[in-house]
């Protein structure tokens, strides 16, 4: 189910995004004889069974809905989240940059919530996303989060402090989302192959530096630091323009590869 | 070879990433007897044949290279360029949101120079990318530039202008960088499969406006716009900024999803 | 009082800011026998007559609070409003590219919540802003904040549909906050003095491109559209970054000068 | 002259701004005899003599030049510069933030090319910015900027290091814009009157770190920290859009206010 089987139709335990507005969008499984309840009026689960996704479907008071089938970008933006959890926007470069591709193995920490681990495993699938988290109640959200998506075949969930050292040897990347990461260069070094890379999402400021200090220490070239601002355009007739509100800041992305 | 083909050991024929420094990369191919000459003196490529990926090696004036395997970021960074190119945080951001996956069937128009067909095709191998030019010296480079990156194979470069209609059907994505997409709105819509994507990059607001409101107008749902501005930072010890340059525009990608 | 004097001491009816903390200031006026009530405890604004500026009060339960005197900047941002109000950067901007200085006529059209009037009004005086404006009630709220800012007398309050014509002649300026720019260039152009500065801030950029179009069609020269962001940053030891959110768009200003 | 006299009328001496186009403008004073050579061909300064600000001239091939008025936004982006300028936009926020108005007094350091000595002094004229430089052959420059601006008067140029110590008491803003901004802030504190306004333009991050921490240690409030980004909007009928080069970065500037 879910990423695993992009079936164009809708089956019992299929998973669906029922989409109204912009602003209004429904994650969700469907199931016969279960109700899922909107500001609009609820959808009966057993009337999408059968349609092709992409089908509209009416509420009991009338209002449509699109039977979407979600994407990757529907389960991040949907994952149930205990932790902050990375933007689209930031795991897009990422993945990009990374070049992740099917087979690849990648060593993560930590886990979070799961919304990158959802995002790298997707792209490396049928590779392996190793994924280090020191907090268990995180890796058991994290852990329902990849089973939704239907990606925790491809993920191994390890409840291990990454600063301690990385088990696991030639690996395609080191992925950081956690708040010491110069402690994990090293290990990062001695993890990936040779021109494998390092990718590392950091709130502040003081930590890039640290990062990138300490990058340049061990073998690291091809060292780059971004920041992404996304902004959303709004369009009316004859009245376009940028959001008033955006999301200012969200971290700034180190890359660096590793050379002998 | 190229993309696809990772094997960590050069050999003749191999891709590589001569990298100097944060400015001067040379993405080439290893052939015997031959000499890339830089700046910084020149290399032997035979020295190459048999070291993996991420070693060092010498120009005839001491000066150290690490030799790099190349990745999709280096190849449409390094592509060949007969037209404006699409830049990599836009093309990220689209592969990321379009979710695409291996085996996936998508058209896009105009071919240009080959960078975002490049892109697509990484992600879909083995999939298809059906790529409309209508300018035959534009395709010509896309052609070569494909050929480079080693996924000529997963496009079918197409000679014909998309206005006039889409021959495929049931694809997974329509993805355009043309000037009049609002013209081959309808198409899409026809092409697409439900739920399908429709993704556009758009340099001016006012094409951006013509694109939405068209997409409206048919059964278009989920329509989002967005702008990326990356900024780089320059990291020195106790100096860290952004850099004072920057791209202050690339364009304005539009989203959508074809409901029923 | 308010801005016209700046005078050191602390005086009844003298204007104050008390500063709290970066989110919490309170713009005010002395008037013995009063109290002024907050989140952490209340100010008997009699204990502040006599002091200097800059100085700490505490409230009923012990907390200071910095008697400050109230700057432009907050005046501005503390006005009483009841439409839209520009942002202080924005403002700040129009200010120094239009040169203003004491002895200056300007005009204005909205007035609105008087904000922007607040500004100019603050720079040309002894100079006088003439400020048009349609809705009756918004020119009572103007009004009453150009009054509490001090700067009432350099302000003319017109009840007039600006589209309809200026009355004023040459001018040094004239600045534009409402829907329909384009029909006032006609009547700004004839309204400048040669060299006259033109100014005008829009929400949307169907906006800009009707007037920047209007502009080119009568003799305006050195015609600029400029869009500013601001980011706020947050400092903390070791942990600085931009603010997470922001205001995304305020709006486009628009430059000309008059030529002939 | 200069911008202490804005008469209309074009005299022997007058300064006038020639402008072709957005991106040429030729700033000069008129001299009769004098010729000014321009890419389209030359304008004799004698035929200037007489004319109102605003008119136009041809050069001797017969192209259209308008001779406007220089205004202080003209002067501090044509000052002859041997550093790095503030960018206007820069200048414009501090001038507005911290309320600049006739009569106050103003420290700043270092002088530099003496731009933003131009802008603080053409809003507190007649009062006096005292400028603090170590460097002399900067300061040359700098007054020449300022007698060409016409603002020399308001300006008591020091060959001094501010980090020793500020001679001026009970001033209303201390502006810096040099590379140790914490070393002044002991020195800041004691010049400034109480509530009176410290600004600080600075390039790095690190620099904002180190200069927060210390306004903290002292009795500064209301400290703010922004960053403001410039785009300008190239408007084509049809095709508005972005410029698509920026000027990434300029600095971050930090405000404070003195309490006691």
Known sequence: MALRDQGDVICEGSPVLLYLDERRKYLTKVEKDRKI?????????????????GSKVKSNIGVDFVALQPTLWDYVLKVVRKTQVIYPKDMAIMVFKLGLKPGMKVVEAGTGSGALTC??????????????????????????NLERAGLLDYVVLKLKDITQGIDEENVDAVVLDMATPWLVVPHAYKALKRGGHFARLSPTINQVEKTVLELRKHDFVDIKVY???????????GAVRPEMFMVGHTGYITFARKSL
Chains 1, 2, 3, 4 share one sequence.
Do not use: C, W
């Not at 309840?37 to 996704?53: N, Q, R, V, W």
């Not at 920041?227 to 007739?237: A, S």
């Open 119 to 144: 995002a790298l495993a997707f792209f490396v699938k049928p590779g392996i996303v190793y994924s280090y988290e020191i907090n268990p109640s995180f890796q058991e959200v994290a852990k329902r």
């Open 227 to 237: 920041e992404l601002l996304l902004r959303e355009i709004k369009v009316e007739e």
């Open 37 to 53: 309840h909107t500001h609009k009026g609820y959808i009966d689960m057993s009337a999408l069974i059968g349609l092709e996704y």
